[in-house]
Each structure stands twice: as structure tokens, then as C-alpha cells.
């Protein structure tokens, strides 16, 4: 069955980094585009990030470009978000999905989520 | 970007009821509308796709329907596992995909 499990969550202070990490199992992980969703405390979803199925193509949110790299390892089928220049304002839980049908729709396979907290 | 707006933003309703959610988007997506379910501590779960595609596994109270600027979700007869918060996403005009704000459904 289809697994996504994030990891790398943390605390840390404005201004830092940190990268976080989706393993994905239980399908063809290089055949497919693949996102990172995050949430803030008691907000909506939002989109942040993409990448297609080869990682070559990537595509970002407004409010983390230049900040933000997706990349992905299709060697150990893992997923990386690194963050830097990270601001309170991104604090939130962090999701990797998979891409559904088309490249641009969100499946029904998202992992658990990886808290992410900016503060000083 | 397109502009996702739901409708209620809040909505408190009883078991059994009929409950309908709307979406409306800044300019047309043609029907590249899908909805999800979010209990508290949870990922998001994918109801319903390509604006009334059911996902398996998702009982047929739910259903969708729209296409343009105009979708709806609905619940014919809320049983309690439904009570959680309703987000649409448009995946038309990309970058970026959006998502509305959120409908909260609560136990009157």
C-alpha cells in the first residue's frame, strides 16, 4: 500500500534551515510528480511546493520562492523540502502528497505531517 | 492566481441533516475542482475529484456537482464521522493550485 512518511520536523529560530524528508513506498515513486502542503496553526492549506516526476521541473509558492528547494532522490524513493531563511511565519505542519491523475492534482496519498516550528 | 472562496466558512448542523458546501472560483476551472476532509490531526482525505468523481471507498451520501466558477458539496444525511472541515482545490490554472479557506462543520 501507498506509504508517505515525513520527518525532519523541528524548532527552530528565524533565520535558520532545516530540510525535511518524505520516504514514499508501495508505488513507482520516479513515475510521479509529487507536492508539499503545509499548514499553520488552526489555518487552511496551503500549496508550497512541486516537483515533476523526474525533478527536473519544480515550481513554488509565491510566499517561499527563493527560500524553499523541493528536490527529490528517486534512487531511495525520498522526497526533501530544504527550508532557509525560515520566518515565524512558516510555522505549520508540513505535508508531501502525491500527485493524482494529472501532475497538478493532489491524490489521496499525504503522510502524517512534520511540525515545523520558527521561533526564537 | 485563481481565487478560491467556500461558503459557509462555519456551519453547525445536526445528524441526518442535508448540508451543502459551496465553491467559487475567480475565473473558470472548467470542473478541475476536488474536495477534501479534514478531521483535527489529520491529513487532508480526498472525497471527491474532477468536481463529482466519488473516490472509492467514500460513501454516496457525498456528492459533487459545478463546473466553471460554481461547485458544491454534498452531505444528503450527516452521520457523525462527518463532522470535520471541508476544503475545495482548484488544480486548473497552475502554479499555484488553490485551495478555499475551509468550511467547518460542527454538531449543532
Known amino acids: 500500500q501507498v506509504q508517505l512518511v515525513e520527518s525532519g520536523g523541528g524548532v527552530v529560530q528565524p533565520g535558520g534551515s532545516l530540510r525535511l524528508s518524505c520516504a514514499a513506498s508501495g508505488f513507482t515513486f520516479s513515475n510521479f510528480g509529487m507536492h508539499w502542503v503545509r499548514q499553520a496553526p488552526g489555518k487552511g492549506l496551503e500549496w508550497v511546493a512541486f516537483t515533476q516526476f523526474d525533478g527536473i521541473n519544480k515550481y513554488y509558492s509565491v510566499s517561499v520562492r527563493g527560500r524553499f528547494t523541493i528536490s527529490r532522490d528517486n534512487s531511495k524513493n525520498t522526497l526533501y523540502l530544504q527550508m532557509n531563511s525560515l520566518r515565524t511565519e512558516d510555522t505549520a505542519v508540513y505535508y508531501c502528497?502525491?500527485?493524482?491523475?494529472?501532475?497538478?492534482?493532489?491524490?489521496?496519498?499525504w503522510g502524517q505531517g512534520t511540525p515545523v516550528t520558527v521561533s526564537s | 492566481d485563481i481565487q478560491m472562496t467556500q461558503s459557509p466558512s462555519s456551519l453547525s448542523a445536526s445528524v441526518g441533516d442535508r448540508v451543502t458546501i459551496t465553491c467559487r472560483a475567480s475565473?473558470?476551472?472548467?470542473?478541475?475542482l476536488s474536495w477534501y476532509q479534514q478531521k483535527p490531526g489529520k491529513a487532508p482525505k480526498l472525497l471527491i475529484s474532477a468536481a463529482s468523481n466519488l473516490q472509492s471507498g467514500v460513501p454516496s451520501r457525498f456528492s459533487g456537482s459545478g463546473s466553471g466558477t460554481d461547485f458544491s458539496l454534498t452531505i444528503s444525511s450527516l452521520q457523525p464521522e462527518d463532522f470535520a472541515t471541508y476544503y475545495c482545490l482548484q488544480s486548473y490554472s497552475t502554479p499555484p493550485i488553490t485551495f478555499g479557506q475551509g468550511t467547518r462543520l460542527d454538531i449543532k
Open positions: 502528497a502525491k500527485s493524482g491523475k494529472s501532475e497538478w492534482d493532489l491524490s489521496d496519498y
Open positions: 475565473q473558470s476551472i472548467s470542473r478541475h
